[in-house]
T-cell receptor
Framework: QKEVEQNSGPLSVPEGAIASLNCTYS??????FFWYRQYSGKSPELIMSIYSNGDKEDGRFTAQLNKASQYVSLLIRDSQPSDSATYLC????????????FGSGTRLSIRP | DVKVTQSSRYLVKRTGEKVFLECVQD?????MFWYRQDPGLGLRLIYF???????EKGDIPEGYSVSREKKERFSLILESASTNQTSMYLCASSSSGRAAETQYFGPGTRLLVL
């Protein structure tokens, strides 16, 4: 079992709709969770972080966390063509030297 | 703005060559990381460093070594390049404490080993 599981996609969503990206993780010790966005040919950039169960909203983005189910998701409302990218789920495993474990990402395509 | 730079965007090397990948950050960050990214496998941690001259192995350190002689610079060394090391290499840096959770990435080096 992979430490972080994401559907590779591509996930195709019409412009203006809600895109829903899902992620499950295996390490119950994970305490912080991050979503990175990576445009084709570019490096990842952090767009959301969440630490507690429930929802966290930032503009058009909402991160949802359920630690009991080891599940984290990212919702993008009013999807725009500029949202087309690969989204990486990344739990943080705390240890003597904390390391982020990246999922392989979900490719999102917003169609006009 | 945090800036992380990598010495080359594209590199072509031959099997058996020694390869140096350099990474420099300008934000006085304590932590620096080297990843490789391959299709379907995502980002995998090779090595990281949390202080000058300090290093720790990541998940896939075999065939690689690192050097951090100055705080701002973290080098990845392929002692004897092999074709299975053809990949995109990404360097990242972060501050310490809670801020360590935000990693800033360089533009990447696409390495082809022939």
């Amino acid at each position: 079992q992979k430490e972080v599981e994401q559907n590779s996609g591509p996930l195709s969503v019409p412009e203006g709709a809600i895109a829903s990206l899902n992620c499950t993780y295996s390490d119950r010790g994970s305490q912080s969770f991050f979503w990175y966005r990576q445009y084709s040919g570019k490096s990842p950039e952090l767009i959301m972080s969440i630490y507690s169960n429930g929802d966290k909203e930032d503009g058009r983005f909402t991160a949802q966390l359920n630690k009991a189910s080891q599940y984290v998701s990212l919702l993008i409302r009013d999807s725009q063509p500029s949202d087309s990218a690969t989204y990486l789920c990344a739990p943080l495993r705390y240890s003597s030297a904390s390391k982020i474990i990246f999922g392989s990402g979900t490719r999102l395509s917003i169609r006009p | 703005d945090v800036k992380v730079t990598q010495s080359s965007r594209y590199l072509v090397k031959r099997t058996g060559e020694k390869v140096f990948l350099e990474c420099v950050q300008d934000m006085d960050h304590e932590n620096m990381f080297w990843y490789r990214q391959d299709p379907g496998l995502g980002l995998r941690l090779i090595y990281f460093s949390y202080d000058v001259k300090m290093k720790e192995k990541g998940d896939i350190p075999e065939g690689y070594s690192v050097s951090r002689e100055k705080k701002e610079r973290f080098s990845l060394i392929l002692e004897s390049a092999s074709t299975n090391q053809t990949s995109m290499y990404l360097c990242a840096s972060s501050s310490s404490g809670r801020a360590a959770e935000t990693q800033y990435f360089g533009p990447g080096t696409r390495l082809l080993v022939l």
